[in-house]
Structure formats: structure tokens, C-alpha cells
């Protein structure tokens, strides 16, 4: 599995002062607004309807100057195979998602959410996670995402905006930064750490996703929310290191222990497996795109819920 080279949540804080080709997971709008004339980095916007983010149009109305834009919830990004939905797609396709971005291996790429709420965070960090499985390190996040970046006074633009000419993007899949089914199963049984991003109505099975077929949780997992380190300030979303690193500890979590984050269809453990591997300091964590959605397909995989003994799924359905 990966090996994070952060070790601390310590290490953003010296993000703004980061180098624009070997940016922190985590950037400010101050470090990205000294960036911007950088002919290899693309501020790529990915706003979508999640938490009232916005749309292209609402890109063409204010955005950061010089970005692009792709809709995260509508661009191809995730995909539904064999009624799973959220999974990664072929990478084929998402190469040829990428290089018609004008996004090429040379490229730092800057994933801007919106900004809006904590699931919108989730979108940017599936984003950054989908450029680390196919083998492209040079990206991060905003901060804030567009919302920070308009409230704390930087320059914006308008206006529509010209495609960008498609260029050639090579991918390298990183097989060890998503979990399959069986391998989920086997970090189960050998007791390795499972940590469900999901608020905790749906850890505790009193919510159930329309996306899984039973409530519950897989057997063994702790709970971290995807929300619990992200902090609304003046408008606009943040990610709080020293929340989540409080979080992180009083879970007791090894950080040098293979790791599986989770949720329902692979956004919210999106946000998950960014905070571990990328913030928190965890070197051994790998994400479960299928998650519960893919997990409850099989009849005779165990879920736990709180208030019951561990159940297999057919019995819960019957």
C-alpha cells in the first residue's frame, strides 16, 4: 500500500509556503493566488449540485481566474456497473477525461470544491484520490474550495469560457489505493483497521442509504465522520487539522496499520481516506469504492448494527 509522506498533521502547516510543483495534499487560497501564473498548474473547478455547490453556469459567473471546470457529479468521475454505483471507471475513460481538461502527467493539478458543505469536500477528495490511484501525484486541494477563496477577497472571473485543447494523459493504476470486495473481506478477518466515514446514524444502522440493501456496518469497523474535522467559517467549508488529528487519536487508530476507509457509495470515504492517509499521517490506507453499496449485494456478507448481534444480509432481509 501507499506510503503517505506526511506523517503528521503538523506538516500543513507550513502549506503556504509549499512549492508549486510539490504542493501539500492541502493548500490555502493565499498559496494557490501566488501560483496562478504557473504555466504548469491547472486550477480545476469541479462544483457540482452536492451541497448547493453550482453548476457551469454558476462556474461562469465568478470562478477563480485562469481555472477550468468539470462537473464532479456529472463529468464521469464515478460510474454504476452491476447496480453499484460510485465506482471508479475504466482508465480509458478516465484518461480521456483528464487530457481533454488540458490536464497532462507534467501538470499540477489544484482541485477547487465549492466550498459549500462537508459532502462537497467529498468531491474534491474523490477527485484528488482518482489522480492518486492512476498514478499522478502532483495535486492538492483548496482549502475553503471556491467559497473561501471568494469570502476572503481574492479576484475572480466571468464570463464563458473557451475548452481547453485536449492533451495526452498516461495512467499507471495503483491497485494497492483501492480495496476489492475480497480484500475488504480479508482485512475483516484479519482483524486489520476498517473505518467507516459515514455520519454515525449510518454506522449505527439507524439510517440506511437507498444505495445499500440493509443498514449496518461491516463488523469491526470504527467510526470516523467524513464532516466531523470540517468547520464552516464566514460561509465557506474547512478542513481542520487539529480536529482531525484529535479524532484520529482518540480512536486509538495505529498509523502504521493497513487501513480501509468506507462509507455507502465511495464519496464520503472519499473524504475519509484523504483525511487518513493524506492529513492525518496513516501510510497504509487504501479505499473500498463499492463500499456498503457493493458489500450488502452478497447475501452472506456479516453487516453489525448497534443495537443487534452481527447478522448476515439475507437475514436481515428476510
Not at 467510526?223 to 480512536?251: C, F, K, M, Q, S
Request: proline share 5%; net charge negative.
Amino acid at each position: 500500500m501507499r506510503i503517505s509522506l506526511f506523517l503528521a498533521a503538523g506538516a500543513l502547516a507550513f502549506a503556504g509556503t509549499a512549492q508549486a510543483m510539490h504542493p501539500s495534499p492541502l493548500v490555502d487560497a493565499e498559496w494557490l493566488d501566488g501560483q496562478r501564473d504557473n504555466d504548469d498548474l491547472v486550477v480545476l473547478d469541479v462544483r457540482s449540485a452536492i451541497d448547493d455547490g453550482g453548476d457551469r453556469a454558476a462556474f461562469e459567473a465568478a470562478r477563480i481566474p485562469g481555472s477550468r471546470y468539470s462537473n464532479y457529479a456529472e463529468d464521469g468521475w464515478r460510474e454504476e456497473r452491476d447496480g453499484v454505483a460510485g465506482l471508479m471507471p475504466d482508465e480509458e475513460s478516465l484518461a480521456e477525461l483528464i487530457g481533454g481538461l488540458g490536464i497532462g502527467n507534467d501538470t499540477t493539478v489544484v482541485v477547487v470544491p465549492a466550498g459549500t458543505g462537508p459532502t462537497d469536500f467529498g468531491s474534491a477528495a474523490r477527485v484528488y484520490w482518482t489522480f492518486k490511484a492512476l498514478g499522478h501525484d502532483e495535486v492538492t486541494i483548496l482549502n475553503g474550495g471556491f467559497a473561501g477563496w471568494e469570502q476572503q477577497g481574492f479576484e475572480t472571473a466571468s464570463g464563458p469560457v473557451d475548452p481547453p485543447e485536449a492533451v495526452s494523459f498516461s495512467t499507471t493504476l495503483r491497485e494497492e489505493l483501492l480495496a476489492t470486495d475480497e480484500e475488504v473481506e480479508a482485512s475483516r478477518q484479519a482483524g486489520e483497521q476498517l473505518v467507516d466515514a459515514r455520519p454515525e446514524g449510518f454506522y449505527r444502522g439507524e439510517e440506511q442509504s437507498p444505495a445499500a440493501r440493509v443498514p449496518g456496518t461491516i463488523p469491526g469497523a470504527v467510526n470516523l465522520p467524513h464532516h466531523d474535522a470540517l468547520v464552516e467559517r464566514d460561509g465557506a467549508w474547512y478542513l481542520e487539522p487539529e480536529r482531525l488529528t484529535a479524532a484520529i487519536d482518540a480512536l486509538a487508530l495505529d498509523r502504521e496499520a493497513p487501513t480501509v476507509a468506507f462509507c455507502n457509495t465511495g464519496h464520503w470515504a472519499s473524504s475519509g481516506w484523504f483525511q487518513l492517509s493524506e492529513v492525518g499521517g496513516l501510510d497504509n490506507v487504501t479505499m473500498y469504492d463499492g463500499s456498503m453499496a457493493a458489500w450488502t449485494r452478497d447475501d452472506s456478507r456479516p453487516v453489525q448494527l448497534a443495537d443487534r448481534d452481527t447478522l448476515r444480509v439475507g437475514e436481515l432481509l428476510d
